[in-house]
């Protein structure tokens, strides 16, 4: 491994040098996707108030406690109490209000029946009823007030990513702004002449390009503002003009011209700016990055597509969530028995594209996407990836029921 800095070597300057971004306060349909950098705190007690878990009558418990189909006790309905309402009446010895699910239970009552425990249920809902089973104890049925959270708790801490459930729970708590993280705003630059837009006629030794529209759902996975997604020549000149245009980008993303070849547009023009280095990974080795005159993190990938998915995987995302804040930075794994085998690179840790078979759902398993496993080139296969398969450097192979790590990214 002379001369290769490990991944984990390369991802601590990386974080090392993540610059956090300014917190912003929007409202909660604005939020969705960002970062809280301030925790949300309940601003009413959940629920509300005492209301009715179930559709059925509020009772005095005692009224009905010894209730059963062969001695029913019989009530007088007084009161009728939708969802909404305000009311709050009184219920004497021998008497039950009809409620609603979520209406404010009666300060007198101390117990929901349900309409299926009642002789007549909710056709015969009004006037005297027969109840025929009685409420297992006080408070049966009944959703009390603060009993999932008070006012002043924390309802969702910093750090979160805000995504529709956790956005609904700081509503059903009054809270209609949140505190976030501004998203990193990100211009992504593919390079190459040899690179053409998707659809055009090919001329020999042109490839479509793909690498900004890979990038570019990356960066706004990672709840980002993408700034721009272009493609230039390998002249350094264009490639610095596109730069100096861009001067509002926080982080700047390119692909290819990072090698050691001879038209290594980015290396030639940003040599001076940041370090160039090979990094003991597989796809991925030589990787650039650094700060550019402007301030903005520059991340120089490889031009192959696994190349640019893996680098993005092991490096830039975990950079954009720490620069808003975020408390994981690491996608989720998981331990599977692979379902083939296959060789892996001397000394560099492998990501491989694959799929999880799940027909079998007490015995999941996995596998390379392509017969190719992860080759820097093949583009195709990154459509049936759902994960990375994640091999230390080292392993000198993986056999047909090994257990490896399994990195999901959908």
């Known amino acids: 491994m002379s001369g290769l800095r490990t991944v984990e070597e390369h991802l601590a300057e990386v974080l090392a040098t993540v610059v956090a971004t300014d917190p912003i306060t929007l409202s909660l349909a604005a939020a969705a996707g ?3 950098t301030e925790d949300v705190r309940a601003r009413v007690d959940v629920p509300v108030f005492d209301n009715s878990a179930m559709d059925g009558f509020a009772v005095r418990y005692a009224d009905v406690a010894q209730a059963s189909a062969e001695e029913p006790a019989r009530l007088r309905v007084v009161a009728d109490l939708p969802a909404g309402t305000g009311d709050d009446p009184a219920l004497a010895p021998g ?21 299926e425990d009642t002789a007549g249920g909710l056709a015969d809902s009004l006037g005297d009823i027969a109840v025929r089973r009685a409420p297992k104890a006080h408070g049966a049925h009944i959703r009390r007030r ?42 992504v630059i593919s390079t190459g002449d040899e690179l053409v837009e998707p659809g055009a ?32 020549s390998d002249d350094p000149d264009v490639f610095r003009s596109l730069l ?4 509002g980008a926080d982080v700047v993303i390119t692909s290819g011209g990072v090698s050691a070849g001879a038209y290594e547009v980015v290396r030639k ?16 080795k030589p990787q650039g990055f650094g700060r550019l005159p402007n301030g903005a993190l520059m991340f120089g990938l490889p031009g192959n597509p696994v190349s640019v998915a893996v680098s993005f995987e092991a490096f830039v995302r975990p950079a954009l969530l720490a620069m808003q ?7 989720d794994r998981i331990r599977l028995p692979a379902s083939v085998g296959w060789r892996t690179p001397p000394d560099r840790r492998q990501y491989v594209p694959a799929t999880i078979d799940r027909s079998d759902p007490a015995h999941w398993t996995v596998r390379p996407a392509t017969a190719g496993g992860s080759g820097s080139h093949l583009a195709a296969g990154l459509a049936a990836a759902e994960a990375y398969v994640v091999v230390d450097a080292a392993v000198e192979a993986v056999a047909e029921g090994d257990l490896v790590d ?3 990214i959908s």
């Open 244 to 247: 100096s245009d861009n001067t």
């Open 95 to 115: 008497e039950a209000a009809r409620i609603m699910t979520g209406a404010p239970v009666p300060s007198d009552a101390d117990a929901i029946v349900p309409f």
């Open 201 to 232: 006629t090919l001329a020999h030794g042109q490839i479509p390009e793909s690498n900004t529209t890979l990038l570019a759902g990356l960066v706004r996975g990672t709840g980002s503002e993408l700034l721009r997604a272009t493609c230039v």
């Open 269 to 284: 023009a940003l040599d001076s700016d940041i370090d160039f280095t090979k990094v003991a990974l597989q796809p991925g």
């Open 34 to 36: 960002l970062t809280l």
């Open 146 to 187: 603060g009993e999932d959270l008070r006012a002043g708790e924390t309802v969702i801490p910093a750090g979160t990513e805000l995504r529709a459930l956790q956005l609904s729970a700081a509503a059903a708590t009054g809270v209609d702004r949140v505190v976030v993280a501004r998203p990193p705003r990100v211009l």
């Open 406 to 408: 399994v990195m999901l």
């Open 325 to 331: 804040g975020r408390t994981q930075l690491q996608r």
